[in-house]
């Protein structure tokens, strides 16, 4: 088994009225099915409502199943006794950079996770060192986060997590928030979690060009996954993609556009330089 | 504009006041403020000046950032002082209109008043600023630890007092926002009589008060993501410990009571 | 018919030791019914200059003129101008108070002293004018999503009937589909109302297809200005700014550099199309 499966896995919102009777139901999830194999970076792209989210606090046992099952690190996130042990396995970075900063200096944010875990003081030292150099942000420790920049904040809120030592780190929407430097640098970072510490992402975004370097992608609509495969594999399917109103990277609107001209190109092209070759060789 | 007020937020810096248990700190400001209400005559405002002179060169905060504090409370400042120097009734009379008057005592009363305010605020906010919220509330935690044999929550009341903190820039900087906002609207947020007044403030605190609400889920979501469970079974990354600086310092700042009590007993009307 | 920006220059905290030039000395001009692109990251000085344009922020120096006005001279109507010059902030949404989404656009046009009757049909045209559904007129704002709060908002200024509309990032937080409906919701204003857009963001992707005349910000003072093919032209300097022109722009340059004769200055994808067609001889 993988470090997070699901299985049929159903959640359901229910909207009720003054007296308490239920009015709607919404269906966020819709018998998602998902394998996470350690060490991977996956990515889950989808729009707002599609459910990728309430997935995303799944996997964090901060809500629990209408139906189905789902497995962190082997635990059944339904039993309580588990909760805590979850959520040490899978941490979360959540959208806005503010709302999950918890205390007024870098370090002493850093240092919450690893207090919360009972882990002793001179420890917490070590790990915040380490949290903290890993994602470059050493020289702000004494810093007042509301000073720094949207993705320094959002880099002090992933070192937060990183200092709790978890397997795998969930990014629910991490970039949403932020201007084009910002998002490069949070990218960046998770990226370099994945490659040196082998810790396993899962990136959750509405944005096409983040999710080229990923392992293998799903792509939700209204609680279910419409698609999933390798990056390229996805990206070949351009008219699908703008079918489901989805942001296709413009390098790779372009090759499909040529290709459709007649151009001899291949599908799924991802990069600048895929391109820029394919293009050369037909000339 | 609003997020002018610097009153009490921390500065950075490293100094020996910086270092100071908090637990030193709480007990000094509050010998501190002890101190300003017993004090009297020349000798011990000397007295309380040096010390806090001396405190505030210690801390490397700049007089200029403190100073900048007190603009926030200017109008307060400036009530107090004349109501103590027109309500005031004394010896001497130097002008009369209705129920207001100008007498001696009364400007010393409003001289007095004012730099015992003055003095208060550079004070207290001295240890704030010097001191993070996070250390603050430890501090308040650790030395409120008794109640919580008689039931009071004092970690989970630490615990908000801190959050309290680390939000109350943000807060501000959004209201900043939304007034804005709003005034591009047209809203007119100087004009009118109080009702009016009063009525123009709800286009601000309802937008206010759903991002705080909004905040506050975030965050308590993002507190359990990191396994935050209460006070039980968590451990410390600065736990409070004493060291001899902590130990002078409480020396020298019941020395100082102790001083100005006496000199209130012995020399009260030097000056 | 123009707004005049006039050696505009601004400090933050002006007498303190925390001064910050926000803007040096801009200059530019705003023609009547164009769509301008304001563009540069955090900390450049866009937000601030926007501000200036319709009085919430006064020059610390220099003069800005509407419509040949001087908006800082004694007698001017800032509430005036305020009425002229819409302003959208970033993350509108979370201006909202009313009970209802109607009543909430009719904030503006109530403080601007129009009779019930002015007041109902601006907001109803508003409402229309943004795509917003009907049935959900008499809801409240809250239950919305991100999109749709953002489309109240906008309305809640254009029931202003505002001669300019300045927009502050109206699309960050959005999805794809969420943006691509607000920025041809945009467009479709100017078409149809007439109405001078300008719009702050800091995609160059987004504004290379919208927008007829692009503005550059840089450190507080204006780099570059121009259609955004010319603007373009300086990507390698865009990029030590860490400002990324459209990567098709870069993809023409690599291209050429490579010997293929494309048009260095196609910014979209159907421009490139055209000119690597043309060029590959098909």
Known sequence: MGIIKTKNLVHEFFRRDEEGNVEAITTALDHVNLDVKEGQFIAILGHNGSGKSTLAKHINALLSASDGTIWVDGMDVSQEENVIPVRRSAGMVFQNPDNQIIASVVEEDVGFGPENIGVPT?????????????????????????????????????????????????????????????????????????????????????????????????????????????????????????????????VTLLADELRKSGVDIPAGILTREELVDAIMKVK | MIRDITIGQYYPANSIVHKLDPRVKLFATLLYIIALFVYKGLAGFILITG?????????????????????????????????????????????????????????????????????????????????????????????????????????????MMSIALRFIPILIEETDKIMKAQMARGADFDHGNIIQKAKAMVPILVPLFVSAFRRADDLA?????????????????????YTASDRVAYLVIIGFLAAVILLRIFVPYFG | MSIIVDKVSYCYSEDSAYKVQALKEVSLTIEDGEFIGIIGHTGSGKSTLIQHLNGLLKATSGHIYYNGQDIYDEDYNLKDLRNKVGMVFQYPEHQLFETTNFEDVCFGPKNQGLDKKEIELRAFEALRNVHFPEELFYQPPFDLSGGQKRRVAIAGVLAMHPEV?????????????????????????????????????HS???????????????????????APKDVFRHYKELEEVGLAA??????????????LNVDLDATTVDEAKQTILAALGR
């Open chain 1, 122 to 250: 001179d420890e917490i030292w070590e790990r915040v060192e380490h949290a903290l150099s890993t994602v470059g942000m050493k020289k702000y420790r004494a810093h007042s986060p509301n000073k720094l920049s949207g993705g320094q904040k959002q880099r002090v809120a992933i070192a937060g997590v990183v200092a709790m030592e978890p397997k795998c780190i969930v990014f629910d929407e991490p970039t949403a928030m932020l201007d084009p430097n910002g998002r490069k640098e949070v990218i960046a970072t998770a990226h370099e979690l994945n490659k040196k510490k082998g810790v396993t992402i899962l990136l959750i975004t509405h944005y096409m060009e983040e999710v080229v370097a990923a392992d293998y992608v799903y792509v939700m609509e209204k609680g279910k996954i419409i698609m999933d495969g390798t990056p390229r594999e996805i990206f070949s399917r351009v008219s699908e993609l703008k079918e489901h109103r989805l942001d296709v990277p413009q």
């Open chain 2, 221 to 241: 979501m993002a507190m359990e993501a990191r396994c935050y469970n209460g006070g039980t079974g968590r451990t410390k990354m600065k736990p409070l410990k």
């Open chain 2, 51 to 159: 010390f806090l002179i001396l405190a505030v060169k210690m801390s490397k905060v700049p007089l200029k950032f403190i100073l900048k504090g007190l603009k926030a409370i200017v109008v307060l400042l400036v009530i107090t002082a004349s109501f103590n120097l027109l309500l005031t009734p004394g010896e001497v009379t130097f002008f009369k209109w209705g129920v207001f008057q100008v007498s001696d005592t009364g400007i010393r009363t409003a001289v007095m008043m004012m730099i015992r305010l003055i003095y208060l605020i550079i004070g207290t906010s001295l240890m704030t600023l010097t001191t993070t919220p996070n250390q603050l509330t430890d501090g308040l935690e650790k030395s409120l630890s008794p109640l919580n044999r008689i039931n009071v929550p004092v970690h989970a009341i630490a615990m």
């Open chain 3, 204 to 226: 160059m992707e987004d504004v290379a297809e919208y927008v007829d005349r692009l503005f550059v910000m840089n450190g507080g003072e204006l780099m570059y200005e121009g």
């Open chain 3, 246 to 259: 459209p990567q098709v722009t870069y993809l023409m340059h690599e291209l050429k550099e490579k010997g």
């Open chain 3, 165 to 201: 509309l300045i927009l502050d990032e109206p699309t960050a937080g959005l999805d794809p589909a969420g943006r691509d409906e607000i920025l041809g919701l945009l467009a479709q204003m100017k078409r149809e109302l007439g109405i001078t857009i300008i719009l702050v963001s």
